[in-house]
């Protein structure tokens, strides 16, 4: 039972991680360059929004889904790898390496609240008020524009780092080295 419960929480955990991360490559490879296609700004606007939100959904249970496996397979470690109490967490590569993670993982956590509940919703605001004719400058919107992406690369940059990460937590024979 137990080599089944792993197995179960390893494919829900990276179950969830396709949830997070595909949304993310979608966005920046496909979306942003097919969305500058749409000439008419309140359109191009009421797309994104419709888009973001539903990466808000699909990226967010995905995320919840990984966070909750992953606690699971944290959890059970010393069993599953049949490591002694008297092993120390941080004396194998697996409890560094996992620590290393998890700094990062919440370093992407930043990243990505950021981009989803600040600069973007920012951004979408003010490409919304110009498309209406309001009052904003292209200085400001192009200001955004850089936020969200650099905000945008760096969630990128960081969740493919704890993949590898995850990776090398499950190569058992280095891991537990």
């Known amino acids: 039972m137990d080599q089944f419960l792993h197995t179960l929480f390893v494919f829900l955990h990276i179950l969830g991680v396709v949830l997070f991360v595909g949304p993310q490559f979608f966005l920046a490879f496909a ?19 419709t888009i ?18 992953g606690t699971y397979l944290v959890s059970t470690w010393r069993d599953y790898y049949g490591m002694p109490d008297s092993v120390d967490f941080t004396s194998v590569r697996f409890g560094v390496v996992f620590i290393v993670k998890m700094i990062l993982f919440s370093a992407m956590l930043v990243a990505v609240g950021l981009h989803t509940f600040l600069v973007g919703p920012k951004l979408v605001n003010a490409l919304d008020k110009q498309g209406q004719g309001g009052s904003v400058s292209d200085k400001s919107v192009r200001r955004l524009r850089l936020q969200s992406m650099s905000l945008s690369i760096t969630g990128l940059v960081l969740v493919i780092a704890i993949m590898v990460m995850g990776v090398m937590l499950n190569t058992a024979q280095w891991s537990l080295g």
């Open 31 to 49: 979306w942003v360059p097919a969305s500058r296609g749409i000439a008419d700004l309140p359109t191009r606007v009421k797309a994104m929004r």
């Open 52 to 69: 973001t939100d539903r990466f808000l959904f699909i990226g967010g249970a995905g995320l919840i889904l990984a966070l909750l496996a």
